[in-house]
């Protein structure tokens, strides 16, 4: 009986243990929403989706100008337990974008419902790093109690002050979209185009009604999966869907007015803004300045020379600005004086002291690489963000002068606007568009030459490396923050390995340092303990001492473009002198490749009692989209595995 007793309270145990386990079992999954649930399974490896994203633009005539208000609507949830690292947000606004009824909340989700808890505490400050458009600063703030599961709102609008400043809209993000609208209200007098980029393939659905006086233009896309972030990718305008509209003219009472119907009315305003710069007396120390920096120069180029370098040297560049004078330069005087200013300042002062010395040069502007647009299609000013001067001399030669950059020589553009378009000023309503041309790789060379002895198993070598353009100007700025020996040495035992890591320089000596036109020269003597080996009477050694080619390849499921600073030209040779009582037993093969993006080869010279080995690459690109760098890969892994051979040495 006792038996069956102690049976019929185990069972019970187990019954009350169940249902103990159920209770906790519905208990935690009551801490996860079925909204929760239902996006975590649709979206199983993103950390944030946005469930809502709605866009209200308002574009109306009052009194004869157009006024503009946005709306934002953004909802989203965070899947996983770093959603508190997307607490932080900031909303930018300027003179130009007026932000207003900013409200905020987040939902955490508990006892089977969400509780919302508002954002109070809203701190702005100041962006100094937005030198070209306006005074930008944000509005900080932070989502409270962010967690996985957790939901968060945002609403605002602002009010856009000028009509060419609209700002793209976006259909896809680097997470999840789930639902996104975008509704334009118009006024019929107002005339709008729109430039799609990236939308090729995704459906979104396009509509246009009527309404009384205005036009209604709305754009609807669902279930957007999120875009894939890869390294060194090129800007996100080129990868992300969107839409940019352009308020092209408009009719009031005054009659028809052309806002951005071309680049004439972009460079017109652009004009507008410029045209009174430096009109009055000019410093009579900057006169004097000019005078002794042109001084013997033999022609116009020398002293353009001149007068660029020492703005490089003596104008220190700082980013900041107020409203329009993110787009009118300073003065030349007050930069002469301050001896500071921004890309626009710059530009100004270099104006004024050509033109002191007799020699003309041109405002223009330009985008950076980090703008995919070009002026023909996008005749408004987000076009472009930055000012340089243009000089073109008797041959016609353009030669592009960004004084904020140091080292850098008169025929190299800074590197970042390689391949845009220019707007060249040339008075009032004349232009030009040039563009500016993309720098050969051999041009920026670097050629490493270098002798060397085996000692026991270690290679004992003396080198000189000269390194050219844009290398060299990297290399300047990186010298820069080198202030005392120890660091100098361990930068360049750290830029000139060889081999393996106890490559070791033992001196050194430097030539043309931050000189503008000259080529930087290394001069070094190094060590490389341990790096050859000996078995019985043969030695074995790798003259591949630089690999870094592989550097450039890429991943073979690589989805986006890569884009480099700037194309490259390399260039190692070795000497070896054959030691005593050897003979050269093996050499391996040469190999020459190329195609329309890279050329490598390999070649080892037998010259009596020496070796001499020369590996030369040249990168002939800045972008490469997925099927060029598959063709570029197949080449580096060719040579990656000419990488693998030795040398074999023979005792006599």
């Not at 004349?430 to 041309?437: A, R």
Request: hydrophobic letters at 30%; aromatic letters at 14%; proline letters at 3%.
């Amino acid at each position: 009986m006792e038996r069956f007793t102690n049976l019929k309270l185990t069972n019970s145990s187990k019954i009350l243990f169940l249902v103990i386990f159920c209770l906790v079992f519905l208990n935690n999954y009551a801490q996860e929403s079925e909204e929760y649930n239902f996006y975590k399974k649709l979206y199983p490896n993103a950390k944030t989706v946005r469930i809502k994203q709605d866009t209200k633009i308002t574009i109306k005539l009052k009194s004869g100008k157009i006024d503009i208000t946005q709306e934002f609507l953004e909802e989203d949830i965070y899947l996983d337990e770093s959603a508190n690292y997307n607490s932080k947000k900031a909303l930018n606004f300027s003179s130009f974008f007026e932000l207003n009824d900013v409200e905020a909340s987040s939902f955490s989700y508990s006892n089977g419902e969400y509780k919302e808890i508002e954002v109070t505490d809203f701190k702005e400050k100041d962006e100094l790093d937005r030198s070209f458009y306006d005074d930008t600063k944000s509005l900080n703030f932070i989502f409270p109690n962010l967690k996985k599961g957790s939901k968060s709102i945002l609403k605002y609008s602002e009010n856009v002050k000028n009509p060419r400043f609209l700002s793209p809209f976006y259909f896809g993000d680097f997470s999840p979209i789930v639902n996104n609208k975008v509704t334009i209200v118009a006024d019929k007098d107002i005339d709008i185009t729109f430039k799609e980029y990236n939308t090729d393939t995704l459906g979104i659905n396009f509509k246009k009604t009527e309404k009384r006086n205005t036009n209604i233009y709305s754009w609807e896309l669902k279930n957007i999966d999120e875009y894939e972030y890869e390294p060194n990718s090129p800007t996100y305008k080129k990868i992300l869907p969107h839409i940019v509209p352009i308020i092209t003219s408009y009719k009031s009472d005054n009659g028809d007015t052309s806002l951005a119907k071309n680049v004439s009315d972009l460079y017109d305003w652009y004009y507008s803004l410029v045209k009174d710069i430096n009109t009055g007396e000019t410093d009579k120390d900057l006169v004097k300045l000019v005078q002794e920096l042109t001084n013997g120069k033999p022609n116009d180029f020398e002293k353009v020379k001149a007068i660029y370098y020492w703005t490089q040297k003596n104008i220190k560049y700082i980013a900041f600005e107020y409203a329009l004078g993110g787009f009118i330069p300073r003065q030349a005087n007050d930069v002469f004086q301050k001896k500071y200013g921004d890309c626009k300042d710059n530009s100004s002062i270099l104006y004024q002291m050509l033109k002191i010395a007799g020699i003309k040069g041109d405002l223009t502007w330009i985008g950076t690489r980090s703008i995919p647009y070009n002026y023909n299609e996008m005749p408004t000013p987000i076009v472009d963000n930055h000012m340089i001067l243009s000089y073109t001399d008797k041959n016609d030669n353009t030669y592009f002068l960004d004084a904020t950059g140091r080292y850098v020589p008169i025929d190299l553009p800074s590197s970042f606007i390689q391949g845009k378009e220019a707007l060249i000023a040339n008075g009032e309503s004349n232009f030009s568009i040039k563009q500016v041309p993309i720098v050969p790789a051999i041009k920026n060379a670097v050629i490493d030459t270098s002798t060397i002895e085996i000692v026991g198993e270690d290679v004992i070598g003396k080198a000189k490396i000269e390194i050219a353009g844009y290398n060299k100007i990297d290399t300047f700025n990186y010298l820069e923050n080198e202030t005392t020996d120890e660091k100098l040495k361990a930068f360049y035992n750290s830029r000139l390995q060889k081999g393996n890591n106890k490559f070791l320089i033992k001196s050194f000596s430097e030539t043309n340092k931050y000189n503008y036109e000259k080529n930087l020269i290394v001069d070094y003597n190094f060590t490389i303990n341990g790096y050859t080996k000996k078995l019985g009477d043969e030695i074995y050694i790798n003259l591949n001492f630089i690999k870094d080619l592989s550097a450039y390849k890429t991943e073979d499921d690589r989805k986006n473009d890569i884009e480099y600073e700037h194309t490259n030209y390399f260039s190692y040779t070795t000497t070896l002198n054959i030691p005593h009582g050897f003979s050269i037993d093996y050499v391996p093969e040469n190999i020459n490749m190329s195609n329309e993006y890279i050329t490598t080869n390999i070649t080892y010279d037998v010259k009596e009692n020496r070796v001499v080995y020369n590996h030369s690459y040249s990168l002939n690109f800045i972008t490469l989209n997925p099927e060029q760098q598959k063709e570029v890969n197949s080449l580096i892994k060719e040579t990656e595995k000419a990488f693998k051979e030795v040398i074999v040495l023979k005792k006599i």
